[in-house]
C-alpha cells in the first residue's frame, strides 16, 4: 500500500523552493497519488541548458520500499535515456534505490545524470556510441533535440490551449494532453480525439 502521507510530503518539499531549483512535481491528471509529472530544467553548460525536462512518475504500491517508475516524457538525445521510450538507465531507480531516497533526489539524481552521461553502461547504444565516437555529432544533436523538443514559450503553449479550447475540449484535459505530448498541438488534439 502507497505511503500516502508520505507522497504528500514528497510533493510539498518538491515545490516549496522550484523557484531556486527549477525542480517541480503535481499530479498528473485527477486527484491520484500515484501518478505524477516531475519537471527538471536541464543543467547549465551542457547540450540540454535552457531546457524544461518532464518526466512521468508512478508510485508503485510497495513504495518506499520500491522505487518509483520514472521515464522523460520530453523527448532527449543522451545515452543513458532512451530515445524511443524514454527509459531511464539509473541504478537509484532500480537495484540501488533506498527508502531514504524521495522524489525529489531521484529527479535531481536524473537532472545530474543528464550533465554526467555514463555511455558504458547505456539504455540507448546508438548515442552511446555516438557520444564515445563522435562527441561533437552527439552534442550537437542533444542541442537540436533540446531546442526541437524540450523548449517551449509559454506564450506558445497558452495559444494552443486557446485553440484547443475553442474546439469544445475542456482547458483541464487540453492542458494535461499538451504536457504529455511535450506541446505538440498536433498530438495533443489525436490524444483529445482518441
Given at each position: 500500500m502507497v505511503d500516502?502521507?508520505?507522497?504528500?510530503?514528497?510533493?510539498?518539499?518538491?515545490?516549496?523552493?522550484?523557484?531556486?531549483?527549477?525542480?517541480?512535481?503535481?499530479?498528473?491528471?485527477?486527484n491520484t497519488l500515484?501518478?505524477?509529472v516531475g519537471s527538471i530544467p536541464g543543467p547549465l553548460a551542457t547540450p540540454y541548458e535552457g531546457g524544461t525536462f518532464?518526466?512521468?512518475?508512478?508510485?508503485?504500491d510497495g513504495y518506499p520500499?520500491?522505487?518509483?517508475?520514472?521515464?522523460?516524457?520530453?523527448?532527449?538525445?543522451?545515452?543513458?535515456?532512451?530515445?524511443?521510450?524514454?527509459?531511464?538507465?539509473?541504478?537509484i531507480l532500480k537495484k540501488?534505490?533506498?527508502?531514504?531516497?524521495?522524489?525529489?533526489?531521484?529527479?535531481?539524481?536524473?537532472?545530474?545524470?543528464?550533465?554526467?552521461?555514463?555511455?558504458?553502461?547505456p539504455q540507448?547504444?546508438?548515442?552511446?556510441q555516438q557520444y564515445l565516437k563522435d562527441y561533437q555529432t552527439f552534442a550537437s544533436t542533444?542541442?537540436?533535440?533540446t531546442e526541437a523538443y524540450a523548449k517551449s514559450s509559454s506564450v506558445g503553449i497558452e495559444e494552443k490551449v486557446k485553440r484547443?479550447?475553442?474546439?469544445?475540449?475542456?482547458e483541464v484535459m487540453v492542458r494535461d494532453a499538451l504536457e504529455a505530448v511535450s506541446g505538440d498541438e498536433n498530438a495533443a488534439l489525436e490524444k483529445l480525439c482518441s
Open positions: 500516502i502521507a508520505r507522497v504528500q510530503k514528497e510533493l510539498q518539499e518538491c515545490n516549496k523552493d522550484k523557484d531556486s531549483s527549477g525542480i517541480s512535481v503535481k499530479l498528473k491528471g485527477g500515484t501518478h505524477l518532464l518526466i512521468d512518475i508512478v508510485i508503485p520500499f520500491e522505487p518509483p517508475k520514472m521515464q522523460f516524457v520530453t523527448r532527449v538525445w543522451h545515452p543513458n535515456i532512451s530515445s524511443q521510450s524514454g527509459a531511464i538507465c539509473l541504478d540501488e534505490w533506498s527508502p531514504a531516497l524521495t522524489i525529489k533526489t531521484a529527479l535531481l539524481s536524473i537532472q545530474a545524470l543528464l550533465s554526467s552521461p555514463e555511455p558504458d553502461d540507448d547504444a546508438v548515442v552511446a542533444a542541442r537540436y533535440w484547443l479550447v475553442e474546439m469544445g475540449f475542456p
